[in-house]
């Protein structure tokens, strides 16, 4: 039995629809000046993310071409963050927004970080984009450490998984029970408890059902984080009206693994947008 999780009520109407043309209208303008210089190139990637929750607003299941690009376009330049600032001299070629560009190295950047990696990360899973997958998963994990007190140790371990899930490297069981150990609420003491149960640590559990290969209960492990998801965002008035909360990214990202790996999904939400999850834009243009 499918079931279901309804999304939390998100403005919507002309308005929305306005927002969401003028910040990808921004966003095709900020890309396009990356050629010139990527020193913002991390704004840029807010911006994308920014697009791409407007466009799931109005377009809960992905149904439209608009939705698809503003998913790639995020991909792509949350990928070209990490391109760029990993080298410092010359230029790196990127395609963003159907366009191959030559993109200025920048050098180290203090938001080319664990956080902001598996943002990427998930954007480059549900577009089934193995080669960006491949390249994030090579980054050394010490490049993506942050100043202390910014994360808690358990999100260095939570990266070393999915790395070594992705490129098959020895040692995934005890790495992600060392994960799963040190995102214990009474381990974790920089992440607000609402923010590590309601969104960081679901895609854990997820991925720990999506690894064991367990059919059973992988789908009620999906309906439990998308209802943490909708809870965390609608706990105040403040994040209710945060489009932010239009997606689950993390646990979309899981479920696409396991909906290519064969492992049905019986849940059904707007948190969850269909075309993503299917890939049935797949292919649809360049990458």
Request: hydrophobic letters at 45%; one cysteine or more.
């Amino acid at each position: 039995m499918t079931a279901s999780v309804h999304r939390h009520a998100m403005p919507g109407g002309p308005d929305a629809e306005t927002f969401a043309e003028r910040v990808h209208q921004h966003l095709v303008k900020d890309i396009d000046c990356l050629e010139e210089s990527t020193d913002v190139i991390d704004s840029t990637f807010g911006t994308a993310l920014l697009t791409l929750h407007a466009r799931c607003v109005i377009d809960p299941r992905a149904a439209m071409v608009e939705t698809w690009e503003a998913t790639v376009n995020a991909m792509q330049v949350g990928s070209a963050l990490f391109a760029v600032t990993g080298v410092s001299e010359g230029t790196v070629e990127c395609r963003i927004n159907r366009k191959l560009r030559a993109l200025p190295a920048v050098g180290p950047l203090p938001t080319a970080d664990a956080g902001t990696w598996l943002t990427a990360f998930w954007l480059a899973v549900i577009c089934r984009d193995q080669t960006r997958m491949t390249q994030l998963c090579e980054i050394p994990l010490d490049r993506l450490r942050a100043p202390e007190g910014q994360y808690d140790e358990y999100i260095y371990h939570w990266v070393d998984v999915l790395q070594t899930y992705w490129l098959q490297r020895p040692g995934l069981v005890d790495k992600l029970i060392a994960t799963i150990e040190a995102s214990n609420p009474e381990v974790v003491q920089v992440a607000p408890r609402d923010l590590l149960q309601g969104i960081l640590y679901p895609p854990i559990n997820l991925f720990y059902h999506f690894v064991r290969k367990d059919e059973a209960g992988f789908s009620p492990a999906l309906a439990d984080a998308l209802k943490l998801h909708k809870a965390y965002w609608t706990l105040n008035e403040d994040r209710e009206a945060d489009i932010d909360g239009s997606i689950a990214l993390g646990p979309l990202a899981i479920a696409c693994l396991a909906h290519d790996g064969e492992i049905p999904i019986e849940v059904e939400s707007d948190y969850l947008p269909k075309h993503l999850l299917q890939r049935i834009w797949l292919g649809e243009f360049p990458t």
